[in-house]
């Protein structure tokens, strides 16, 4: 019995030694909508070239990373999706005056081949085999509303609503899409240009007009670190790299 | 790989096991030893976690926890945070929802010991509590054992009680299970495979202690 006891508490104290690595100095967290985590990555790492600031990043839904923060999530920096959230993070005294951080596009993305005489979103949906549709909850990702009130304005909601597969977040749907449990998928054309995204095919949806992403800094969270990186952020000079990646 | 996630994979099964153990060994006594009408109602709330869905546990949990949960607001009094999104939150968590895995073994353990052994000790002037320590612990090592490795493989794999209760905070919350969704869901199959691997390794090099402890507590024949 002690012999156990003194196992278990020896493994204890040898795991309780290990320090989490690396200091809490100089580290922001990110609560990032997952389709900005593929920018964000590459954005991180020149971040912390220029200033030694390590990012950590916790990716989701936008409205799943809302829900957290009023629940006291500990983030520093709220990336959203859309300018409802940050506002109301802003309105409620959580969250510093929102700004405008990058213009991302909903495209409809299809992984399958043999589509080459459609041209356009509303027809590869109307194609009778394409029977299973990946979408962004509308609920909690604006990439999802956006579809979704994208095929409301082009009367197919009604019609098409038995076929739609709703993912948690844009990445989620992607995933749906890459890995053929959908035949099309509406994603942000952040996915549609990333490696795997090249590989099929995107239908932009010009109906759905572009998606202004806002950013705050969470009232809670460092404050003087974080103006630095949204000041980083939102800099003239990032435009290319946003480009690359489908923003604008 | 994501060694960050997997230590704190084992840093919440760890910290968590022993304190079940410790809470769930009186618990266990009480349950086995103890006469008193309509116990099977705190039995089967005892087991209700093997069968409630993660996600309604959370739910609850989320609300006992949250800042305006009895159990969220005396943590707060008592140490100025919340416990939503922090280590300690998703422990606590974790140790609801492994509760009966601690107490099953521990009670079959227990059922087993021979009586006459307890009635001598209590013959021989021992109080209830050390019976407890000195004549049922040791008799139900291999319980106790059994206990802890199961509670500590289920802690190891948690998921959706922790994705609820701890979102994914990295180095906090983000635990190997929630690290490996993510890889999924980011199409980042490589990681994903490499920390499922360390997972399954670290499971069997678990299951391979325990056989040998058993092995040596037969082998004394205690």
Known sequence: MRYLLCIIFSVLLVTGGFTAPASANGRLTVAVAANFIRPMAEIAEIFFQETGIRIETSYGATGKLYAQILRGAPFDVFLAADRKRPRLLHEQGLGSEPRTYARGRVVLWTSRQGFAHISTWQELLNDPTVVRIAIPSPETAPYGAAAAAALKAAALWDRLREKLVYGQSVAQAFQFGVSRGVDAAFVSASYAMSRQGRRGRSFPIAEAGPIIQQACIVNSGKNELAKIFLDFLTADRMQPLLARYGYE | ?222
């Open chain 2, 1 to 222: 790989m994501d060694m960050t996630a997997l230590y704190l994979s084992g840093k919440l099964a760890l910290v968590s096991t022993v304190l079940l153990l410790v809470l769930a060994a009186p618990l266990t006594y009480f349950l086995v030893y103890v006469r008193l009408p309509g116990k099977f109602l705190l039995e089967a709330l005892v087991g209700l976690p093997l069968v409630l869905p993660p996600t309604v546990l959370g739910f609850y949990l989320l609300t006992v926890l949250g800042p305006q949960g009895p159990v969220g607001r005396f943590w707060a009094a008592m140490t100025g945070n919340g416990l939503l999104f922090t280590f300690a939150g998703i422990a606590v968590a974790v140790m609801a929802h492994s509760l009966p895995y601690t107490v099953q073994p521990l009670k079959t353990a227990f059922e087993k010991i021979d009586p006459r052994l307890l009635e001598t000790a209590a013959v021989l002037g021992l109080s209830r509590i050390a019976i407890f320590r000195r004549v049922i612990l040791p008799n139900a090592l291999g319980g106790l054992v059994a206990a802890a490795v199961l509670t500590f493989a289920h802690i190891m794999g948690e998921f959706g009680v922790v994705l609820m209760v701890g979102g994914s905070i990295p180095g906090k919350t983000r635990v190997a299970s929630i690290a490996i969704y993510e890889y999924v869901e980011a199409l980042r199959y490589q990681e994903a495979w490499q920390l499922s691997l360390a997972l399954l390794v670290i499971s069997y090099f678990v299951l391979l202690i325990v056989m040998y402890l058993n092995r040596g507590s037969v082998a004394h024949g205690t």
